[in-house]
């Protein structure tokens, strides 16, 4: 039975906290057109779309130019759900390319980005309604230890919430310069306190990142939450709801009081 209130509580950043589709699908169409000729074509609004409803399928930052190459040679939504390993491993080989190689152009063209325009980049991300008076309000009032967990860099999630006028201390943000997996992250923050009756929640997006964690038999007593509004598909929800171990969430849930979140 989950605890009342947690005494730790751990959030992921994109995909629960922080709407940053728009600026994944810009920095990724940038990278297209580095990596291959887009001359000829131009983004489009459906473009888009499709890209934002399949955000899902990807682990890592290479993919995501991979996913509009794919979208534009005229692989069909479904086709990429359900077998976007084996799609983007054929893109790689008919094309010569290296994961590493394209991660390295994505990750020079948004540091690129944030280095001349940084306003314009901050722009492209957007906080889910209610969210940050909600996390701001258990750090300010809550006998609770707020923390993030995320693969995004922890030097950008501290200006995005600063945006939001939130000053998490840096101590509190465990971003992507951590090179560690997240189960590690929470080992150590449930290591790491006096409380002998800690109780850690981990609020994620991802419901796979939730499944390493249950692997871990000594993170046995951690809470999971899946996002509902994060970037998962209705069969994440649906394999959650199925799940003894998880919670799914809703955004409705989020925003109240912690007893609403175990209903």
Request: glycine fraction near 4%; charged fraction near 30%; hydrophobic fraction near 40%.
């Amino acid at each position: 039975m989950t605890a009342i209130s947690p005494t730790i509580l751990a959030l992921d950043f994109d995909g629960v906290i922080c709407n940053g589709l728009i600026e994944y699908f810009q920095v990724a169409w940038r990278t297209y057109c580095k990596v291959w000729s887009c001359a000829n074509q131009t983004q489009t609004e459906d473009l888009a779309n499709k890209f934002y409803r399949l955000r899902p399928v990807i682990e890592t930052g290479w993919e995501m130019p991979v996913l509009i190459k794919a979208l534009l040679a005229g692989f069909e939504e479904n086709q990429i759900l359900q077998d976007w390993h084996d799609i983007s491993q054929k893109i790689l080989l008919q094309e010569d390319f290296v994961a590493q190689e394209i991660a390295c152009t994505l990750d020079k063209e948004r540091d690129e980005w944030i280095k001349t325009d940084l306003d314009g980049w901050l722009s492209m991300h957007s906080f889910y309604p209610g969210v940050i008076e909600r996390i701001r309000n258990i750090y300010d009032h809550n006998q609770v230890a707020l923390y993030i967990v995320t693969t995004k860099e922890g030097r950008f999630v501290k200006k995005l919430l600063q945006k939001a006028n939130f000053d998490l201390p840096e101590e509190a943000i465990f971003g992507k310069e951590q090179k560690r997996p997240k189960p590690e992250i929470l080992r150590e923050l449930k290591e790491g306190t006096d409380n002998f009756t800690v109780s850690l929640w981990f609020i994620e997006d991802r419901i796979k990142t939730l499944y390493k964690v249950k692997e871990q038999p000594d993170l046995e007593d951690v809470e999971l939450f899946l996002a509902h509004w994060g970037y998962n598909t209705a069969a994440d929800r649906e394999l959650a709801e199925k799940d003894m171990r998880i919670q799914l969430i809703s955004l409705s849930q989020f925003v109240q009081d912690f007893d609403q979140w175990q209903t």
